[in-house]
């Protein structure tokens, strides 16, 4: 995976978007940088990833809970996997009332550029107890080979 720049002023809008949500105003949209992203969309929260290496595939393990396997879409397209869904409110029952909600309810969206050497063709995931993970296999040519030197 390649790095990414720390940018504060996306902080900054992290901030505002986050208190917006609190004091109970709506989000505001957000710009894409990247223009192979929906120009402008707005989200509700972003899962958490983790992103690993090996020496034949990456990995993103995405913290998913309580949302359903056929709410969450993914895909890869001009080398840009994209994670997209919503986690639903649970339904208001009478008698019960809400003294705090913390958890993020909503649409969500990550999208991750992929390395040159992933192969798009091969991409798998699985869902499961709250986890989506999602495996990126490298392409052929990009696996190291060793070769010996013979000292003559």
């Known amino acids: 995976m390649s790095l990414v720049r720390w940018d504060p002023f996306r902080e900054l809008e992290d901030v505002t978007s986050r208190l917006n949500r609190f004091f109970g105003l709506s989000a505001p949209l957000r710009a894409s940088a ?14 958490t990833v983790d992103i690993a290496e090996t020496e034949t595939e990456f990995h993103i393990k995405a913290e998913l809970p309580e949302v359903k396997k056929e709410d969450v879409k993914i895909s890869v397209e001009n080398g840009v996997l994209r994670l997209a869904g919503e986690r639903r409110h649970e339904k208001e029952e009478k008698g019960k009332k809400f003294h705090r909600i913390e958890r993020s309810y909503g649409s969500f969206l990550r999208t991750f550029s992929l390395p040159d050497n992933v192969d798009d063709t091969k991409v798998r995931a699985e869902f499961k107890d709250g986890v989506l993970n999602v495996f990126l296999p490298k392409a052929e040519r990009a696996k190291t080979k060793a070769i010996e030197v013979k000292v003559g």
């Open 34 to 47: 990247d223009p192979r992203k929906d120009a402008m969309m707005a989200f509700d929260w972003e899962p």
